[in-house]
């Protein structure tokens, strides 16, 4: 079974500066999905970026951008010039790769606040 | 337009009660899944259909029931509401293997 780590409950940042999320998950497949996933006060789950596990190269989404270490097992999330609508709970989600429909496993989140 | 949405948004309940979450995609996607957010929001997969037809079933009491009359809908119908079902419900739909897409949650309180 698939497990995501997500070490850091919670974090700030100061408004325009960068911020790292951490997280680590735990699998023997070789093909699988790695997410963040952002969720605001309102409850929406919004993607923020999805990264490729045969990809080498590093998913950025604007302001927001991965760090992929594959055989470290590592998929952490950089926010570069934070903004106070960054203020949200980030998910770190793994899914495999196959043909059929599989589920997300999600790490417990942590909450990241954009001080002003 | 809506892509994923889910009715209704909030839901307050006595327990012991039978109750109704409504759930419609209009991407087109062939899979939909319903995910349980608990009060410390911890998600974890309730079940997932693919056309229809039951594909995941993770460790859910029996009381909670998926129907899915079409490709578009997936409801979830609850029994016998016990106070520790209360939480945020969410519905997702993906394409095939591929990213999900979130309604906007149901939050379910039982008193």
């Known amino acids: 079974a698939q497990t995501v780590t997500q070490s850091q409950p919670e974090m700030s940042v100061q408004e325009a500066e960068t911020v790292t999320l951490s997280c680590t998950y735990d699998?023997?497949?070789?093909?699988?999905?790695l997410f963040w996933y952002k969720q605001p006060p309102s409850r929406q789950m919004i993607l923020v970026i999805r990264q490729e596990a045969y990809k080498q190269q590093n998913a950025t989404e604007n302001r927001f951008s991965v760090n992929f270490q594959k055989a470290a097992k590592s998929f952490s999330l950089k926010i570069s010039d934070s903004q106070l609508g960054d203020t949200a709970m980030y998910f770190c989600?793994?899914?495999?790769?196959?043909?059929?429909?599989?589920?997300?496993?999600f790490g417990k989140g942590t909450r990241l606040s954009v001080i002003a | 337009d809506t892509a994923v949405s889910q009715t209704p948004k909030y839901l307050v309940t006595q327990m012991g009660n039978d109750k109704s979450i409504k759930c419609e995609q209009n991407l087109g996607h062939d899979t939909m899944y319903w995910y349980k957010q608990d009060s410390k929001k911890f998600l974890k997969i309730m079940f997932s259909?693919?056309?229809?037809?039951?594909?995941i079933n993770e460790t859910v009491p029996n009381r909670f029931s998926p129907k899915s009359p079409d490709k578009a809908h997936l409801n979830l119908h609850i029994n016998s509401l016990e106070l520790g079902d209360s939480a945020v419900y969410f519905c997702?739909?993906?394409?095939?293997?591929?990213?999900?897409?979130f309604g906007p949650g149901t939050r379910l309180t039982v008193t």
């Open positions: 259909y693919n056309n229809k037809e039951l594909i």
């Open positions: 997702a739909s993906s394409p095939q293997g591929y990213e999900q897409y």
């Open positions: 699998t023997s497949e070789n093909n699988y999905y």
């Open positions: 989600a793994f899914m495999k790769q196959n043909s059929g429909n599989t589920p997300l496993v």
